[in-house]
């Protein structure tokens, strides 16, 4: 590998991580760009080793062609988690790595913000707060309920984690099962339709693959148990939004928290918009003060194995998705 590899950082700010890359590698060279339009005609000039890249506009026009393409890096540290927006690849010619991990904690407190807010009535106490009602109201725990983890990865494992300081049953699937901290049952993900009846609360959390696509669709929201409270942070296409909507329509569903949506921005005449029921925010419950700097500091530590050639932290298997 070489001392000093070319990089381009491409982000819609990079004025801080040209300055976090220059304090740690002096010698490397590097551009910056800060569109999707400019990359291609500045892969094919620069010719970089290394690809810094964030989605920062969505994925329509996204410039996945330029980065596999003929000019295209050895090496994509692609700055969040998700790498559904660049299809496939080969493994042989591109590496492409993520900052899986990086926000895992604060997807996991955003889940529990979306449990804790439909299962202490808040839209109520607002309500009648903003009516200056005083009336009584009930709440409802979370300990001795069940939560059913769907993917068991970075995100998955600090869902359960806290599960566990509530008091709740940890049931959770993943690709390849096995033991874990802070899950009761680790399931193999074909399991899914026999544990969905024994939910009180469901987190998904699972990559956008194709074995993955529609996941949770119809059938499956009709086995889940009335009065489920469902929070999903993976990414739009896991879950069919048709189903779900007419599911929290009659209650069968009792409240949903997504942060995710087949189409980005959610499109204002969306039904999910007027769901008393439903939690919307958009595709922000990883961003966090300073996610930024953690993932280009992982990245940064990626870089230096990189150049002394050592295994490359978060490496995705384009097979899998992550």
Not at 119 to 129: H, N, Y
Request: proline share 7%.
């Amino acid at each position: 590998m070489p001392d000093t590899p070319r990089v381009i950082l491409h982000n819609s700010d990079t004025k801080s991580l040209a300055q976090s890359l220059r304090a740690a590698f002096p010698q490397a060279e590097f551009r910056e760009c800060n569109s999707y339009e400019a990359l291609p005609d500045l892969i094919e000039k620069f010719r970089p080793e290394v690809v810094f890249s964030v989605r920062f506009a969505g994925t329509p026009g996204f410039p996945r062609d330029a980065l596999f393409g003929p000019h295209g890096p050895r090496w994509i540290a692609n700055g969040g988690a998700g790498t559904d927006h660049y299809g496939s690849w080969d493994p042989e010619r591109t590496t492409v790595t993520n900052a899986a991990g990086v926000a895992a904690g604060m997807m996991a407190e955003y889940i529990f913000g979306g449990f804790l807010h439909f299962t202490l009535d808040i839209p109520g106490l607002q309500k009648d707060k903003a009516e200056r009602v005083w009336q009584a109201r009930t709440v409802a725990p979370l300990d001795s309920k069940t939560l059913l983890v769907v993917g068991l990865g970075h995100t998955g494992r600090e869902v359960a984690k806290r599960a566990k300081a509530f008091g709740m049953t940890v049931l959770g699937t993943r690709a390849r099962p096995q033991a874990m901290e802070h899950v009761d049952e680790v399931h193999a993900a074909g399991d899914l339709p026999g544990l969905l009846p024994r939910a009180d609360f469901i987190a998904i959390s699972t990559p956008l693959v194709p074995e993955t696509r529609g996941l949770i669709g119809a059938s499956e929201i009709a086995a889940m148990k009335p009065g489920v409270i469902l929070a999903d942070v993976s990414r739009g296409g896991v879950v069919d939004q048709t189903a779900l909507h007419k599911a929290l329509m009659i209650g069968h569903v009792a409240g949903a928290a997504l942060d995710v949506f087949e189409t980005e921005p959610l499109p204002w005449d969306n039904p999910l918009w007027s769901q008393s029921n439903v939690i919307i925010s958009p595709h922000c419950s990883s961003v966090y003060a300073g996610w930024e700097n953690a993932s280009f500091d992982l990245f940064l530590q990626n870089l230096g194995r990189w150049t002394r050639g050592e295994d490359l932290i978060n490496i995705v298997n384009p097979e899998r998705g992550y």
